[in-house]
């Protein structure tokens, strides 16, 4: 059983900066393929970027490519989720994933398995 726990989350004008954490506990990071998702008010739930367990492959949601990056410290089982040049459009509640499955790092949040409690993002225009 993997348990997953965001941090980070806040209020940030528009241009700003904010790094988000995901804790992970109960299987290390070096063996999980991790996800940022996010949903936005009346919207769907959208894939933001996931790393591959082994690191080897990123993927990012067009809406964020160049923007966002996401990274992982397997000494402190974290994933990181850095967001920068933040606009209004990505206000939402932003959830961390786990795939237990070794995938590549799919944008579809079906194969992930866990999921965290999300942490709340609002960029002020």
């Known amino acids: 059983h993997v348990q997953l726990v965001e941090s980070g989350g806040g209020l940030v004008q528009t241009g700003g900066s904010l790094r988000l954490s995901c804790a992970a506990s109960?299987?290390?990071?070096?063996?999980?393929?991790m996800g940022w998702f996010r949903q936005a008010p009346g919207k769907e739930r959208e894939v933001v970027a996931t790393i591959r367990w082994s690191g080897g492959n990123r993927y990012y949601g067009d809406s964020v490519k160049g923007r966002f990056t996401i990274s992982k410290d397997n000494a402190k089982n974290t994933v990181y989720l850095q967001m920068n040049s933040l606009k209004p459009e990505d206000t939402a509640v932003y959830y961390c994933?786990?795939?237990?499955?070794?995938?590549?790092?799919?944008?579809?949040?079906?194969?992930?398995?866990?999921w965290g409690q999300g942490t709340q993002v609002t960029v002020s225009s």
């Open positions: 109960g299987r290390t990071v070096s063996s999980l393929t």
């Open positions: 994933a786990a795939d237990t499955s070794l995938g590549w790092g799919t944008p579809l949040e079906y194969e992930y398995d866990y």
